[in-house]
């Protein structure tokens, strides 16, 4: 999976096309990666403490990882990935500009 927690990414698809938010959880199992103010759900609930009331609570749920593009820190557009060897380590790097991610 290209996508990294805390990656900075654009939704390309679905009811948020446009948005860019930060990674908050990335699902490798399922290919899916949760994402800061993305893909709203009202969840309700119960009071937990005696004297507690119920509430409705927004949660961000899943979304396929093939609806966000990660945008570039260097060149600030969205851009596929590409990985290079320096020296031993293995690091990623920007399609577009060449700068590491």
Known sequence: MVIKK?????IISGKDKGKIAKVIL???K????VVEG???RK???KPR???????????SMPIHASNAMVVCSGCGKTTRISSKTIG???VRVCKKCGAEL
């Open 26 to 28: 990335v699902l490798p």
């Open 49 to 59: 403490k005696q004297g507690q009331k119920g509430q409705v609570v927004q949660i």
């Open 38 to 40: 993305v893909n709203m």
């Open 6 to 10: 805390g990656d900075t990414v654009k």
């Open 30 to 33: 399922d290919d899916k990666i």
């Open 88 to 90: 031993t380590k293995k």
């Open 43 to 45: 969840k309700h609930t």
